[in-house]
Protein backbone atom coordinates (compact mmCIF):
# COMPACT_ATOMS: atom_id res chain seq x y z
CA UNK A 1 0.00 0.00 0.00
CA UNK A 2 1.69 3.13 -1.00
CA UNK A 3 1.00 5.33 2.45
CA UNK A 4 0.66 8.39 0.56
CA UNK A 5 -2.42 7.64 -1.31
CA UNK A 6 -4.07 5.90 1.76
CA UNK A 7 -6.11 8.12 3.35
CA UNK A 8 -8.30 8.62 -0.24
CA UNK A 9 -7.98 4.73 -0.51
CA UNK A 10 -9.80 4.34 2.70
CA UNK A 11 -12.07 6.77 2.01
CA UNK A 12 -12.98 4.84 -1.48
CA UNK A 13 -14.07 1.33 0.15
CA UNK A 14 -16.29 2.73 2.69
CA UNK A 15 -20.23 2.23 3.36
CA UNK A 16 -23.15 3.44 4.59
CA UNK A 17 -22.61 0.97 7.57
CA UNK A 18 -18.81 2.01 7.83
CA UNK A 19 -18.21 5.54 7.04
CA UNK A 20 -19.88 7.11 10.44
CA UNK A 21 -17.12 4.92 12.58
CA UNK A 22 -14.30 5.95 10.01
CA UNK A 23 -14.84 9.79 10.10
CA UNK A 24 -14.84 9.35 13.89
CA UNK A 25 -12.06 7.54 14.05
CA UNK A 26 -10.01 10.27 12.11
CA UNK A 27 -10.52 12.41 14.42
CA UNK A 28 -8.86 10.57 16.88
CA UNK A 29 -6.11 10.44 13.89
CA UNK A 30 -2.84 12.74 15.31
CA UNK A 31 -1.62 12.71 11.63
CA UNK A 32 -4.34 13.59 9.66
CA UNK A 33 -5.63 17.02 9.51
CA UNK A 34 -10.00 17.73 9.45
CA UNK A 35 -12.16 20.81 9.54
CA UNK A 36 -15.43 21.48 9.52
CA UNK A 37 -16.39 24.41 6.60
CA UNK A 38 -19.75 26.31 6.89
CA UNK A 39 -20.59 26.04 2.79
CA UNK A 40 -18.12 26.69 0.04
CA UNK A 41 -19.91 29.25 -2.31
CA UNK A 42 -21.05 28.89 -4.97
CA UNK A 43 -22.09 25.60 -5.20
CA UNK A 44 -21.61 24.35 -2.06
CA UNK A 45 -22.80 27.54 0.26
CA UNK A 46 -26.06 25.58 2.13
CA UNK A 47 -23.77 22.49 2.10
CA UNK A 48 -21.69 21.34 5.57
CA UNK A 49 -18.12 20.76 4.43
CA UNK A 50 -15.65 18.29 6.24
CA UNK A 51 -11.62 18.42 4.70
CA UNK A 52 -9.54 15.80 5.48
CA UNK A 53 -5.42 16.22 4.65
CA UNK A 54 -2.99 13.90 5.04
CA UNK A 55 0.73 13.95 3.19
CA UNK A 56 -0.09 15.38 -0.06
CA UNK A 57 -4.15 13.68 0.12
CA UNK A 58 -7.08 15.45 0.29
CA UNK A 59 -10.43 14.81 1.20
CA UNK A 60 -13.47 16.94 1.35
CA UNK A 61 -16.79 15.49 2.26
CA UNK A 62 -19.70 17.24 1.18
CA UNK A 63 -22.71 16.46 3.49
CA UNK A 64 -26.29 16.15 1.57
CA UNK A 65 -29.03 16.65 3.69
CA UNK A 66 -31.84 16.23 0.85
CA UNK A 67 -33.41 13.12 2.02
CA UNK A 68 -35.95 11.76 -0.83
CA UNK A 69 -37.40 7.89 -1.69
CA UNK A 70 -35.77 7.42 -4.95
CA UNK A 71 -33.83 10.13 -7.21
CA UNK A 72 -32.36 9.27 -10.84
CA UNK A 73 -28.90 10.47 -10.78
CA UNK A 74 -27.89 12.02 -14.43
CA UNK A 75 -24.30 13.76 -14.61
CA UNK A 76 -25.12 14.99 -18.54
CA UNK A 77 -25.66 18.53 -18.38
CA UNK A 78 -28.99 19.63 -19.83
CA UNK A 79 -28.95 21.89 -22.70
CA UNK A 80 -25.79 23.74 -21.19
CA UNK A 81 -27.00 24.01 -17.99
CA UNK A 82 -25.66 21.73 -14.92
CA UNK A 83 -26.83 18.14 -14.69
CA UNK A 84 -30.35 17.37 -12.97
CA UNK A 85 -31.09 14.66 -10.10
CA UNK A 86 -35.33 13.74 -10.72
CA UNK A 87 -37.49 12.64 -8.18
CA UNK A 88 -41.22 11.71 -8.39
CA UNK A 89 -41.82 15.38 -7.86
CA UNK A 90 -38.99 17.29 -8.26
CA UNK A 91 -35.91 17.85 -9.93
CA UNK A 92 -32.26 19.70 -8.42
CA UNK A 93 -28.86 20.09 -9.91
CA UNK A 94 -26.56 17.15 -9.47
CA UNK A 95 -25.19 17.24 -5.79
CA UNK A 96 -22.15 15.07 -7.40
CA UNK A 97 -21.18 18.25 -9.74
CA UNK A 98 -21.27 20.55 -7.46
CA UNK A 99 -18.95 19.17 -5.21
CA UNK A 100 -16.79 18.47 -7.89
CA UNK A 101 -17.16 22.36 -8.86
CA UNK A 102 -15.95 22.76 -5.84
CA UNK A 103 -13.02 20.94 -5.73
CA UNK A 104 -12.12 22.32 -8.76
CA UNK A 105 -11.98 25.47 -7.22
CA UNK A 106 -9.45 24.16 -4.60
CA UNK A 107 -7.71 22.78 -7.34
CA UNK A 108 -7.38 26.07 -9.28
CA UNK A 109 -7.00 28.47 -6.40
CA UNK A 110 -5.47 27.46 -3.46
CA UNK A 111 -3.60 23.81 -4.17
CA UNK A 112 -1.05 25.92 -6.56
CA UNK A 113 0.62 28.30 -4.31
CA UNK A 114 1.42 25.46 -2.03
CA UNK A 115 3.84 24.05 -5.17
CA UNK A 116 2.78 20.61 -4.68
CA UNK A 117 0.60 18.07 -7.20
CA UNK A 118 -2.12 17.18 -4.53
CA UNK A 119 -4.13 14.11 -4.40
CA UNK A 120 -7.49 15.39 -4.17
CA UNK A 121 -11.02 13.75 -3.72
CA UNK A 122 -14.75 14.13 -2.72
CA UNK A 123 -16.96 12.14 -0.98
CA UNK A 124 -20.98 12.85 -0.92
CA UNK A 125 -23.05 11.72 1.71
CA UNK A 126 -26.69 12.21 1.02
CA UNK A 127 -29.69 11.02 2.46
CA UNK A 128 -31.44 10.37 -0.86
CA UNK A 129 -31.70 6.77 -2.31
CA UNK A 130 -30.08 7.34 -5.81
CA UNK A 131 -32.01 4.27 -7.94
CA UNK A 132 -29.39 4.07 -10.59
CA UNK A 133 -26.01 4.19 -8.50
CA UNK A 134 -24.65 0.82 -9.34
CA UNK A 135 -24.60 2.56 -13.46
CA UNK A 136 -22.52 5.80 -12.26
CA UNK A 137 -20.15 4.05 -10.38
CA UNK A 138 -17.80 4.05 -13.10
CA UNK A 139 -18.45 8.03 -13.96
CA UNK A 140 -18.27 9.16 -10.48
CA UNK A 141 -15.20 7.54 -9.81
CA UNK A 142 -14.42 9.35 -13.27
CA UNK A 143 -15.03 12.71 -11.37
CA UNK A 144 -13.01 11.32 -8.29
CA UNK A 145 -15.96 10.91 -6.15
CA UNK A 146 -17.61 8.71 -3.77
CA UNK A 147 -20.91 8.57 -3.56
CA UNK A 148 -22.60 6.88 -0.33
CA UNK A 149 -26.88 7.38 -0.28
CA UNK A 150 -29.48 5.97 1.79
CA UNK A 151 -28.07 7.65 4.96
CA UNK A 152 -31.50 8.37 6.48
CA UNK A 153 -30.43 9.37 9.17
CA UNK A 154 -27.73 11.58 8.36
CA UNK A 155 -29.01 15.06 10.34
CA UNK A 156 -28.69 12.94 13.62
CA UNK A 157 -25.05 11.89 13.29
CA UNK A 158 -22.16 14.65 14.88
CA UNK A 159 -18.65 14.77 13.04
CA UNK A 160 -16.02 15.05 14.61
CA UNK A 161 -13.27 17.03 13.68
CA UNK A 162 -9.34 17.18 14.50
CA UNK A 163 -8.08 20.88 13.56
CA UNK A 164 -5.12 21.68 16.40
CA UNK A 165 -2.84 18.83 15.27
CA UNK A 166 0.58 20.43 15.13
CA UNK A 167 2.12 20.91 12.01
CA UNK A 168 5.58 18.93 11.39
CA UNK A 169 7.03 20.92 9.07
CA UNK A 170 7.42 22.76 5.11
CA UNK A 171 3.98 24.66 4.31
CA UNK A 172 1.47 22.17 4.61
CA UNK A 173 -1.67 22.03 3.27
CA UNK A 174 -3.49 21.48 5.91
CA UNK A 175 -1.87 24.91 7.39
CA UNK A 176 -3.31 26.31 3.97
CA UNK A 177 -7.08 24.87 4.79
CA UNK A 178 -6.23 26.06 8.43
CA UNK A 179 -5.85 29.31 7.10
CA UNK A 180 -8.78 29.25 4.59
CA UNK A 181 -11.22 29.13 7.63
CA UNK A 182 -9.58 31.20 9.92
CA UNK A 183 -6.87 33.38 8.21
CA UNK A 184 -4.14 34.92 10.57
CA UNK A 185 -3.30 38.85 10.76
CA UNK A 186 -1.32 39.68 8.08
CA UNK A 187 1.94 41.25 8.66
CA UNK A 188 4.16 43.37 6.12
CA UNK A 189 7.29 41.55 5.05
CA UNK A 190 10.44 42.60 2.93
CA UNK A 191 11.42 39.14 0.27
CA UNK A 192 14.23 38.19 1.64
CA UNK A 193 11.62 37.84 4.92
CA UNK A 194 8.58 36.22 2.96
CA UNK A 195 11.33 33.83 1.79
CA UNK A 196 12.53 32.92 4.86
CA UNK A 197 9.01 32.35 6.61
CA UNK A 198 7.67 30.33 3.67
CA UNK A 199 10.32 27.86 4.45
CA UNK A 200 9.59 27.93 8.11
CA UNK A 201 5.94 27.17 7.14
CA UNK A 202 3.77 30.45 7.46
CA UNK A 203 2.17 32.19 4.66
CA UNK A 204 3.72 34.58 2.44
CA UNK A 205 1.70 37.95 1.25
CA UNK A 206 0.64 37.08 -2.19
CA UNK A 207 -0.93 33.38 -0.43
CA UNK A 208 -2.58 35.14 2.17
CA UNK A 209 -4.21 37.83 -0.72
CA UNK A 210 -5.37 34.46 -2.41
CA UNK A 211 -6.85 32.97 1.03
CA UNK A 212 -8.81 36.49 1.77
CA UNK A 213 -10.03 36.47 -1.98
CA UNK A 214 -11.18 33.07 -2.01
CA UNK A 215 -12.77 33.50 1.80
CA UNK A 216 -14.79 36.47 0.89
CA UNK A 217 -16.16 34.36 -2.76
CA UNK A 218 -16.67 31.16 -0.99
CA UNK A 219 -18.59 33.15 2.53
CA UNK A 220 -16.33 30.07 4.80
CA UNK A 221 -16.15 30.64 8.63
CA UNK A 222 -15.59 28.48 11.25
CA UNK A 223 -17.62 27.27 13.97
CA UNK A 224 -16.05 28.80 16.93
CA UNK A 225 -16.16 26.73 20.35
CA UNK A 226 -19.88 27.97 21.49
CA UNK A 227 -21.72 27.31 18.31
CA UNK A 228 -19.87 23.72 18.89
CA UNK A 229 -21.50 23.17 22.49
CA UNK A 230 -24.83 25.04 21.19
CA UNK A 231 -25.18 22.25 18.58
CA UNK A 232 -24.11 19.30 20.48
CA UNK A 233 -26.70 20.05 23.60
CA UNK A 234 -29.58 20.74 20.54
CA UNK A 235 -28.06 17.40 18.75
CA UNK A 236 -28.46 15.23 21.88
CA UNK A 237 -31.81 16.54 23.09
CA UNK A 238 -32.74 15.59 19.79
CA UNK A 239 -31.33 12.30 20.62
CA UNK A 240 -33.14 11.87 23.95
CA UNK A 241 -36.49 12.58 21.77
CA UNK A 242 -35.71 9.61 19.33
CA UNK A 243 -37.65 6.15 19.76
CA UNK A 244 -36.08 3.50 22.49
CA UNK A 245 -35.18 1.49 19.49
CA UNK A 246 -32.80 3.66 18.16
CA UNK A 247 -30.09 5.05 20.06
CA UNK A 248 -26.94 6.61 19.41
CA UNK A 249 -23.85 4.01 20.73
CA UNK A 250 -20.39 5.29 21.63
CA UNK A 251 -19.11 5.37 17.55
CA UNK A 252 -21.92 7.90 16.97
CA UNK A 253 -23.61 5.30 15.19
CA UNK A 254 -27.15 3.97 15.38
CA UNK A 255 -27.49 0.42 17.69
CA UNK A 256 -30.68 -1.35 15.89
CA UNK A 257 -30.15 -4.60 17.65
CA UNK A 258 -29.26 -5.74 14.19
CA UNK A 259 -27.36 -9.03 14.61
CA UNK A 260 -25.69 -8.35 10.86
CA UNK A 261 -24.39 -5.15 12.07
CA UNK A 262 -21.82 -6.99 14.57
CA UNK A 263 -20.40 -9.07 11.94
CA UNK A 264 -16.58 -7.78 11.62
CA UNK A 265 -15.94 -7.78 7.44
CA UNK A 266 -12.48 -7.53 5.99
CA UNK A 267 -11.41 -4.44 3.68
CA UNK A 268 -11.22 -5.38 0.06
CA UNK A 269 -7.23 -5.25 -0.80
CA UNK A 270 -5.50 -7.22 -1.72
CA UNK A 271 -0.98 -7.22 -1.74
CA UNK A 272 0.04 -9.56 -4.36
CA UNK A 273 3.81 -7.78 -3.85
CA UNK A 274 5.12 -4.47 -2.61
CA UNK A 275 4.82 -2.91 -5.63
CA UNK A 276 0.90 -4.05 -6.98
CA UNK A 277 -2.15 -4.29 -4.94
CA UNK A 278 -5.70 -5.47 -6.19
CA UNK A 279 -9.21 -5.31 -5.02
CA UNK A 280 -11.76 -8.07 -4.65
CA UNK A 281 -15.31 -6.71 -3.69
CA UNK A 282 -17.19 -7.83 -0.34
CA UNK A 283 -20.79 -8.22 -0.77
CA UNK A 284 -22.21 -8.08 3.27
CA UNK A 285 -24.67 -10.87 4.01
CA UNK A 286 -28.48 -10.19 3.75
CA UNK A 287 -30.97 -10.09 6.58
CA UNK A 288 -33.98 -11.61 4.96
CA UNK A 289 -32.46 -14.63 2.88
CA UNK A 290 -35.48 -16.47 2.61
CA UNK A 291 -37.24 -13.72 1.59
CA UNK A 292 -34.94 -13.03 -1.10
CA UNK A 293 -34.96 -16.77 -2.01
CA UNK A 294 -38.71 -17.14 -2.26
CA UNK A 295 -39.07 -13.51 -4.50
CA UNK A 296 -36.51 -14.89 -6.86
CA UNK A 297 -38.09 -15.42 -10.56
CA UNK A 298 -38.04 -19.04 -11.67
CA UNK A 299 -34.54 -20.90 -10.53
CA UNK A 300 -37.43 -23.37 -9.16
CA UNK A 301 -34.75 -26.28 -9.45
CA UNK A 302 -31.82 -24.12 -7.34
CA UNK A 303 -34.03 -23.75 -4.77
CA UNK A 304 -35.27 -26.54 -4.44
CA UNK A 305 -31.18 -27.76 -4.57
CA UNK A 306 -30.38 -25.06 -1.84
CA UNK A 307 -33.27 -26.10 0.45
CA UNK A 308 -31.98 -29.86 0.11
CA UNK A 309 -28.26 -28.91 1.53
CA UNK A 310 -29.83 -26.14 4.41
CA UNK A 311 -31.92 -29.20 5.13
CA UNK A 312 -28.87 -31.75 5.37
CA UNK A 313 -27.00 -29.37 7.27
CA UNK A 314 -29.55 -27.98 10.02
CA UNK A 315 -30.40 -31.59 10.49
CA UNK A 316 -26.33 -32.41 11.20
CA UNK A 317 -26.43 -29.35 13.55
CA UNK A 318 -29.67 -31.22 15.52
CA UNK A 319 -27.58 -34.22 15.85
CA UNK A 320 -25.10 -32.69 17.60
CA UNK A 321 -26.85 -30.72 19.96
CA UNK A 322 -29.34 -34.19 20.58
CA UNK A 323 -26.48 -36.68 20.50
CA UNK A 324 -23.32 -35.06 21.58
CA UNK A 325 -20.44 -36.96 19.99
CA UNK A 326 -22.65 -38.97 17.04
CA UNK A 327 -20.96 -39.20 13.84
CA UNK A 328 -22.50 -36.32 11.39
CA UNK A 329 -23.30 -36.38 7.69
CA UNK A 330 -20.43 -35.26 5.46
CA UNK A 331 -21.77 -32.02 3.78
CA UNK A 332 -19.54 -29.91 1.49
CA UNK A 333 -20.41 -26.92 0.85
CA UNK A 334 -18.43 -26.32 -1.68
CA UNK A 335 -20.36 -25.83 -5.20
CA UNK A 336 -20.61 -24.80 -8.64
CA UNK A 337 -22.73 -22.55 -10.35
CA UNK A 338 -23.53 -22.64 -13.92
CA UNK A 339 -25.07 -19.90 -16.31
CA UNK A 340 -24.48 -16.93 -17.97
CA UNK A 341 -24.06 -13.59 -17.43
CA UNK A 342 -27.26 -11.94 -15.49
CA UNK A 343 -28.91 -15.28 -14.51
CA UNK A 344 -28.59 -14.09 -11.30
CA UNK A 345 -25.71 -16.19 -10.01
CA UNK A 346 -24.28 -13.54 -7.53
CA UNK A 347 -27.79 -13.23 -5.93
CA UNK A 348 -27.97 -16.21 -5.59
CA UNK A 349 -24.52 -16.20 -3.85
CA UNK A 350 -25.39 -14.03 -1.26
CA UNK A 351 -28.15 -15.75 -0.78
CA UNK A 352 -26.32 -18.78 -0.10
CA UNK A 353 -24.06 -17.18 2.58
CA UNK A 354 -26.57 -15.47 4.21
CA UNK A 355 -28.56 -18.89 4.48
CA UNK A 356 -25.92 -21.08 5.62
CA UNK A 357 -24.83 -18.69 8.16
CA UNK A 358 -28.77 -18.79 9.72
CA UNK A 359 -28.11 -22.81 9.27
CA UNK A 360 -25.21 -22.54 11.31
CA UNK A 361 -22.88 -23.59 8.35
CA UNK A 362 -20.99 -20.50 8.29
CA UNK A 363 -19.87 -17.69 10.97
CA UNK A 364 -20.41 -14.95 8.82
CA UNK A 365 -22.24 -15.57 5.52
CA UNK A 366 -20.36 -12.33 3.41
CA UNK A 367 -18.95 -13.01 -0.05
CA UNK A 368 -16.18 -12.52 -1.52
CA UNK A 369 -15.79 -11.85 -5.25
CA UNK A 370 -12.55 -12.80 -7.29
CA UNK A 371 -11.47 -13.90 -10.64
CA UNK A 372 -8.61 -14.85 -12.48
CA UNK A 373 -7.05 -10.85 -11.86
CA UNK A 374 -7.23 -11.54 -8.89
CA UNK A 375 -4.26 -14.18 -8.42
CA UNK A 376 -2.34 -14.01 -10.84
CA UNK A 377 0.41 -11.61 -9.79
CA UNK A 378 3.90 -10.31 -11.64
CA UNK A 379 6.60 -11.84 -9.12
CA UNK A 380 7.54 -15.72 -8.18
CA UNK A 381 5.12 -16.55 -5.32
CA UNK A 382 2.19 -13.74 -6.05
CA UNK A 383 -0.36 -16.40 -6.18
CA UNK A 384 0.47 -18.21 -3.21
CA UNK A 385 0.29 -14.88 -1.19
CA UNK A 386 -3.10 -14.30 -3.05
CA UNK A 387 -4.93 -17.25 -2.41
CA UNK A 388 -4.03 -17.58 0.90
CA UNK A 389 -5.62 -14.06 1.38
CA UNK A 390 -8.36 -14.41 0.00
CA UNK A 391 -9.11 -17.40 1.30
CA UNK A 392 -8.23 -15.80 5.18
CA UNK A 393 -10.96 -12.93 3.79
CA UNK A 394 -14.15 -15.14 3.34
CA UNK A 395 -13.13 -17.01 6.13
CA UNK A 396 -16.71 -17.51 8.03
CA UNK A 397 -18.16 -16.78 4.31
CA UNK A 398 -18.27 -17.19 0.74
CA UNK A 399 -15.45 -16.72 -2.15
CA UNK A 400 -17.05 -16.84 -5.17
CA UNK A 401 -14.61 -17.10 -8.18
CA UNK A 402 -16.36 -15.94 -11.32
CA UNK A 403 -15.21 -17.32 -14.49
CA UNK A 404 -13.64 -19.86 -13.04
CA UNK A 405 -12.65 -21.73 -16.20
CA UNK A 406 -9.99 -19.14 -17.45
CA UNK A 407 -7.97 -20.24 -14.46
CA UNK A 408 -7.25 -23.49 -16.77
CA UNK A 409 -4.88 -22.05 -19.18
CA UNK A 410 -3.78 -24.00 -22.39
CA UNK A 411 -0.45 -24.01 -21.38
CA UNK A 412 1.01 -26.73 -18.99
CA UNK A 413 3.10 -23.75 -16.91
CA UNK A 414 -0.26 -21.22 -16.94
CA UNK A 415 -0.02 -19.42 -13.47
CA UNK A 416 -3.92 -20.57 -13.27
CA UNK A 417 -3.45 -24.29 -13.00
CA UNK A 418 -1.28 -23.42 -9.72
CA UNK A 419 -4.21 -21.54 -8.31
CA UNK A 420 -6.73 -24.39 -8.81
CA UNK A 421 -3.90 -26.45 -6.99
CA UNK A 422 -3.09 -24.38 -4.18
CA UNK A 423 -6.78 -24.04 -3.82
CA UNK A 424 -7.32 -27.99 -3.48
CA UNK A 425 -4.64 -28.02 -1.06
CA UNK A 426 -5.83 -25.22 1.30
CA UNK A 427 -9.36 -26.07 0.95
CA UNK A 428 -8.02 -29.80 2.11
CA UNK A 429 -6.96 -28.16 5.51
CA UNK A 430 -9.33 -29.05 8.42
CA UNK A 431 -9.56 -25.88 9.44
CA UNK A 432 -10.88 -24.33 6.25
CA UNK A 433 -14.37 -25.64 7.10
CA UNK A 434 -16.02 -22.49 7.74
CA UNK A 435 -15.97 -21.58 4.23
CA UNK A 436 -17.62 -22.17 0.81
CA UNK A 437 -15.66 -22.31 -2.23
CA UNK A 438 -18.44 -21.41 -5.45
CA UNK A 439 -17.09 -21.79 -9.05
CA UNK A 440 -18.84 -19.84 -11.57
CA UNK A 441 -18.93 -19.39 -15.25
CA UNK A 442 -20.59 -21.05 -18.49
CA UNK A 443 -21.35 -24.19 -18.71
CA UNK A 444 -19.17 -25.31 -21.20
CA UNK A 445 -15.87 -24.29 -20.03
CA UNK A 446 -16.82 -25.04 -16.74
CA UNK A 447 -17.96 -28.85 -17.74
CA UNK A 448 -13.83 -29.00 -19.29
CA UNK A 449 -12.62 -27.57 -16.42
CA UNK A 450 -13.97 -30.21 -14.21
CA UNK A 451 -12.98 -32.60 -16.83
CA UNK A 452 -9.35 -31.66 -16.56
CA UNK A 453 -9.04 -31.33 -13.11
CA UNK A 454 -10.39 -34.78 -11.44
CA UNK A 455 -10.01 -33.11 -8.02
CA UNK A 456 -12.58 -30.84 -8.92
CA UNK A 457 -15.27 -33.19 -9.07
CA UNK A 458 -14.86 -34.91 -5.53
CA UNK A 459 -14.20 -31.17 -3.59
CA UNK A 460 -17.38 -29.56 -5.34
CA UNK A 461 -20.20 -31.57 -5.37
CA UNK A 462 -22.85 -29.73 -5.50
CA UNK A 463 -24.17 -28.00 -9.47
CA UNK A 464 -26.72 -25.44 -9.50
CA UNK A 465 -27.73 -24.66 -13.53
CA UNK A 466 -28.52 -21.08 -14.17
CA UNK A 467 -30.19 -21.42 -17.24
CA UNK A 468 -31.92 -18.07 -19.42
CA UNK A 469 -34.88 -16.41 -18.58
CA UNK A 470 -37.40 -17.02 -20.67
CA UNK A 471 -39.42 -14.03 -22.37
CA UNK A 472 -42.42 -14.18 -19.65
CA UNK A 473 -39.68 -14.61 -16.87
CA UNK A 474 -38.00 -11.44 -18.26
CA UNK A 475 -41.33 -10.19 -18.10
CA UNK A 476 -41.95 -10.57 -14.39
CA UNK A 477 -39.14 -9.64 -13.42
CA UNK A 478 -39.77 -6.03 -15.31
CA UNK A 479 -42.95 -5.71 -12.92
CA UNK A 480 -41.32 -6.61 -9.73
CA UNK A 481 -38.92 -3.52 -10.65
CA UNK A 482 -41.29 -1.60 -11.78
CA UNK A 483 -43.50 -2.16 -8.73
CA UNK A 484 -40.24 -1.08 -6.28
CA UNK A 485 -40.36 2.41 -7.69
CA UNK A 486 -44.26 2.67 -8.40
CA UNK A 487 -43.61 3.08 -12.27
CA UNK A 488 -46.94 2.08 -14.06
CA UNK A 489 -46.92 1.53 -18.02
CA UNK A 490 -50.23 2.52 -20.11
CA UNK A 491 -51.31 -0.32 -21.67
CA UNK A 492 -49.92 0.95 -25.28
CA UNK A 493 -46.59 1.05 -23.64
CA UNK A 494 -46.56 -2.00 -22.17
CA UNK A 495 -47.64 -3.56 -25.47
CA UNK A 496 -44.51 -2.13 -26.74
CA UNK A 497 -42.49 -3.33 -24.26
CA UNK A 498 -43.31 -6.65 -24.41
CA UNK A 499 -42.56 -6.90 -28.47
CA UNK A 500 -38.91 -5.01 -27.92
CA UNK A 501 -38.15 -7.49 -25.08
CA UNK A 502 -39.49 -10.90 -27.55
CA UNK A 503 -37.79 -9.29 -30.55
CA UNK A 504 -34.36 -8.88 -28.32
CA UNK A 505 -34.95 -12.40 -27.50
CA UNK A 506 -35.67 -13.33 -30.71
CA UNK A 507 -32.49 -12.57 -31.84
CA UNK A 508 -30.13 -12.64 -29.21
CA UNK A 509 -26.41 -13.97 -28.97
CA UNK A 510 -26.70 -16.56 -26.87
CA UNK A 511 -22.96 -15.90 -25.53
CA UNK A 512 -23.48 -12.59 -24.42
CA UNK A 513 -27.28 -11.97 -23.91
CA UNK A 514 -27.57 -9.73 -20.81
CA UNK A 515 -30.68 -11.58 -19.17
CA UNK A 516 -32.02 -10.03 -16.18
CA UNK A 517 -29.48 -7.49 -16.82
CA UNK A 518 -30.50 -7.06 -20.51
CA UNK A 519 -34.17 -5.41 -18.63
CA UNK A 520 -32.42 -3.62 -16.13
CA UNK A 521 -30.34 -1.19 -18.37
CA UNK A 522 -33.81 -1.10 -21.04
CA UNK A 523 -35.49 0.23 -17.85
CA UNK A 524 -32.81 2.81 -17.06
CA UNK A 525 -33.31 3.95 -20.55
CA UNK A 526 -36.82 4.24 -20.24
CA UNK A 527 -36.35 6.46 -16.78
CA UNK A 528 -34.28 8.82 -18.51
CA UNK A 529 -36.36 9.43 -21.51
CA UNK A 530 -39.21 9.54 -18.84
CA UNK A 531 -37.89 11.74 -16.78
CA UNK A 532 -36.23 14.05 -19.59
CA UNK A 533 -40.24 14.03 -20.95
CA UNK A 534 -42.01 15.16 -17.85
CA UNK A 535 -39.45 18.16 -17.46
CA UNK A 536 -40.13 19.28 -20.94
CA UNK A 537 -43.55 19.29 -20.24
CA UNK A 538 -44.51 18.87 -17.08
CA UNK A 539 -47.73 16.56 -16.40
CA UNK A 540 -50.75 17.96 -15.67
CA UNK A 541 -52.12 15.27 -13.69
CA UNK A 542 -50.01 14.19 -10.74
CA UNK A 543 -50.66 10.50 -11.75
CA UNK A 544 -49.18 10.84 -15.00
CA UNK A 545 -45.37 11.57 -13.50
CA UNK A 546 -45.19 8.00 -12.72
CA UNK A 547 -47.01 6.83 -16.06
CA UNK A 548 -44.51 5.45 -18.81
CA UNK A 549 -46.09 5.78 -22.16
CA UNK A 550 -44.89 4.74 -25.52
CA UNK A 551 -43.02 7.69 -26.21
CA UNK A 552 -40.57 6.42 -23.41
CA UNK A 553 -39.92 3.29 -24.30
CA UNK A 554 -36.62 3.60 -27.16
CA UNK A 555 -34.74 -0.22 -27.44
CA UNK A 556 -31.16 -0.24 -27.46
CA UNK A 557 -29.16 -2.71 -29.52
CA UNK A 558 -29.07 -6.20 -28.84
CA UNK A 559 -25.62 -8.29 -29.80
CA UNK A 560 -26.47 -10.61 -32.77
CA UNK A 561 -24.65 -14.08 -32.94
CA UNK A 562 -21.57 -13.42 -35.31
CA UNK A 563 -21.78 -15.35 -39.13
CA UNK A 564 -19.12 -17.87 -38.94
CA UNK A 565 -16.30 -17.93 -41.52
CA UNK A 566 -15.59 -20.89 -43.51
CA UNK A 567 -16.80 -24.24 -43.61
Not at 5 to 12: A, E, Q, S, T, Y
Request: a negative charge.
Amino acid sequence: MNHVHRLIHDFKKQNKKTIWKHLNALAENYVVYSEHIKGIAPHLENNDIYAYTCNKDLVLVCIDLNVKDDELADEEPFCAEPPLYFSQTSHRVSPVWKLSEAMKQIVDEIVPVNHYEWNIWGVLLSGSHFINACDMQEIWEGMHITVIDQLTTISRHKIKVNPDIEICSGIDFREGMKNLINPPARETQTPDETHESYNDGTIDPDFQALLDDFIKRMDAEVVDTDKKEEKEERLEAQDDELDDDWSLDDDGLFDTDDPLANIDLPNDNIEQNGNISVRVKILPPMAKPREELDKLVGCKDIKKRIDELLALTTYNKMLRESFPGAKLHEVSLHSIFFGRPGTGKTTVCKIFGSLLREAGALSKGHVVVADRGTFIGTLWGDEERSVRQVLEKAQGGVLMIDEAYLLNGKHDNDPGRLILQLLMELLADETQRDIAVVLCGYKEPMLKLLDMNPGLHSRFPNRFEFTDFTVDELLEITRRRLSEYQYQFTQPAWQKFREVITAAYQVRDPQSWGNARFVANQLERIYIQHAQRCVKEPPKDKAQIRMLIPDDITPIEVPRPKPRIGF
